[in-house]
């Protein structure tokens, strides 16, 4: 079985210099395909890279900055740990605006309960599971956007992926039988079915597309 990933204590951040919906969008990206995800701890709140870390036994500079404590809440070591910052492995991020859970938590649009809302759909979807069966529909070289299905038995999602800033568009067969297309995440798209078995969409930039393929009654 295949895994992707999400970050992990040997790579920079995913959170380094990019927006919320960015994250959300690789976050997705990572739970609609095949195989076992793995997002790294803070993804979920958007943590930071940190710089200029004190050089420490069993982590070396480059590393460090991924490996500084969770942020949970505002206050003394961000919630992690009560004990006086020098007692701590890594420092904690020390900028007035880093992400906590306790920020986030109440909060129904932000990027924590954006991630909770997309691994519930990997729960709740046969066509997420790890051994779905996962068809490219659209996937040109040095083009957007990136078109899939995922499919279990009669559990079929459509996912459209456009990380490029501007909308991008795309044609391509899709012979599964459908009354309409639902959208379970993401922005819409506009979808039209040209002639019978065939597709084109048109996605905003910066922007992905979930949806349930409904079948036709």
Same mark, same amino acid.
């Given at each position: 079985?295949?895994?992707?990933?999400?970050?992990?204590?040997?790579?920079?951040?995913?959170?380094?210099?990019?927006?919320?919906?960015?994250? %959300?969008?690789?976050?997705?990206?990572?739970?609609?395909?095949?195989?076992?995800?793995?997002?790294?701890?803070?993804?979920?709140?958007?943590?930071?890279?940190?710089?200029?870390?004190?050089?420490? %036994?069993?982590?070396?500079?480059?590393?460090?900055?991924?490996?500084?404590?969770?942020?949970?809440?505002?206050?003394?070591?961000?919630? =992690?740990?009560?004990?006086?910052?020098?007692?701590?492995?890594?420092?904690?991020?020390?900028?007035?605006?880093?992400?906590?859970?306790?920020?986030?938590?109440?909060?129904?649009?932000?990027?924590?309960?954006?991630?909770?809302?997309?691994?519930?759909?990997?729960?709740? %979807?046969?066509?997420?599971?790890?051994?779905?069966?996962?068809?490219?529909?659209?996937?040109?070289?040095?083009?957007?956007? =990136?078109?899939?299905?995922?499919?279990?038995?009669?559990?079929?999602?459509?996912?459209?992926?456009?990380?490029?800033?501007?909308?991008?568009?795309?044609?391509?067969? =899709?012979?599964?039988?459908?009354?309409?297309?639902?959208?379970?995440?993401?922005?819409?798209?506009?979808?039209?079915?040209?002639?019978?078995?065939?597709?084109?969409?048109?996605?905003?930039?910066?922007?992905?597309?979930?949806?349930?393929?409904?079948? %036709?009654?």
């Amino acid at each position: 079985m295949s895994a992707l990933p999400l970050g992990n204590h040997d790579l920079a951040r995913l959170g380094n210099q990019r927006t919320d919906g960015e994250l %959300e969008m690789l976050t997705a990206f990572g739970l609609t395909m095949p195989g076992v995800p793995f997002i790294y701890y803070g993804t979920e709140i958007g943590m930071r890279q940190l710089h200029d870390l004190p050089q420490i %036994e069993g982590c070396y500079k480059p590393r460090a900055g991924a490996r500084t404590p969770m942020q949970w809440a505002p206050g003394a070591n961000l919630g =992690f740990s009560t004990a006086a910052p020098a007692q701590l492995y890594l420092p904690v991020d020390a900028a007035a605006d880093a992400p906590t859970v306790a920020g986030q938590e109440a909060k129904p649009d932000s990027l924590l309960n954006r991630t909770r809302r997309l691994i519930q759909l990997k729960h709740s %979807e046969p066509a997420l599971a790890a051994y779905a069966e996962f068809v490219p529909l659209f996937a040109e070289p040095n083009t957007y956007p =990136f078109v899939y299905a995922r499919a279990s038995g009669s559990s079929v999602l459509l996912v459209v992926f456009n990380p490029a800033a501007r909308p991008s568009t795309a044609k391509f067969d =899709f012979t599964v039988p459908h009354q309409r297309f639902e959208l379970l995440a993401g922005q819409p798209a506009v979808l039209k079915e040209d002639k019978p078995g065939h597709l084109q969409l048109e996605i905003p930039g910066q922007s992905y597309a979930i949806y349930r393929v409904v079948a %036709e009654s």
